[in-house]
């Protein structure tokens, strides 16, 4: 548009303004004279570009900020958390809207596990039974996908405080991330076994199983998988956000032989903790590890 020089008269009585119309305007200048209303999307508009246009544009705009975004850097040691606000992941045991590609490993060997009670070296263990793992997030639930794979199932026991000694996965929870030697209200043990047994424990204590925790198992029979949604109002504080953080730790249970457990492999375990003699994460939170929620 050709230079226009408008001088505003603000203390101007009486005064009166007209628009003429102007010469040599080249093809895609803007003249207000002629019928130029800066509302339709023709040459001589003013938004720059083939089409100049001042309208609003079609539609709302969602100014709305991302509440998976600001995640702070995730801290040494940590998991991360994927969030998944408007995707969540179904709960079927169907592990196919899971990035599989990405999910860690819980093996003896694997440079994340602590020295839990994994006989002896890793190897024929873990050829026995062995498990991979993810965690994501959104504003209702904790979501935990585990996929087992073993070469014997056995599931031999079903009172509830012995389901540990099957093959089940069991999920640990600090909702406060507050590493407490004991458990309190927001700290839980949720046992799963192949069988789609059920337990829930909180320091060393059989507890009634939070209704509100969503769980599917799936996989083919020796290997299995399991899915779960923990709310986040069991966890204490009924809110999510990109850096909170969570005590969380997991358990594999291995039964081969018989009535017992021949072998359970724990992802965190502090063997320098002392409570009565039992340092493991059945008995106290702080020998969890530690969840962050992350962005996506």
Known sequence: MKQVTIAALLACAGCHFSVDALTNLGSTDADMAVGDDLATADPGDLAGGVVRDLAQPTGPVDMTPDPCS???????????????????PTIDGNLADWPLASFLPMTKTSAAQAN??????????????SARYFVRWDLQYLYVAVSITDNIQNS??????????????ELFFDGLHERSSSYDSNDWQLVFDTT?????????????????????????????????AIPWSILAV??????????????????????????DLVLFYNPG????????????????????????
């Open 70 to 88: 600001g995640a702070p850097a995730l801290g040494s040691g940590n998991i991360a958390a994927q969030c998944v606000i408007g995707t969540p």
């Open 196 to 228: 789609m047994a059920k337990v829930a424990g909180q320091g060393t204590t059989v507890v009634t199983f939070p209704t509100t925790v969503v769980e599917a198992w799936g996989g083919t029979s020796p290997s299995w998988t399991l899915e779960a």
């Open 238 to 263: 009924n809110s999510a956000q990109p850096g909170r953080l969570v005590g969380f730790d997991l358990k594999l249970d291995d039964n081969d032989l018989g009535t017992m457990r021949d072998r």
């Open 116 to 129: 839990g009670t994994w006989d002896v070296t890793g190897i024929p263990n873990d050829a026995n039974s």
């Open 156 to 169: 031999p026991n079903t009172s509830d405080s012995q389901i540990s000694n099957n093959d089940a996965i």
């Open 273 to 296: 903790n002392g409570n009565g003699g039992c340092n493991a994460p059945f008995c106290r939170a702080d020998a969890f590890g530690t969840v962050q929620l992350q962005g996506r």
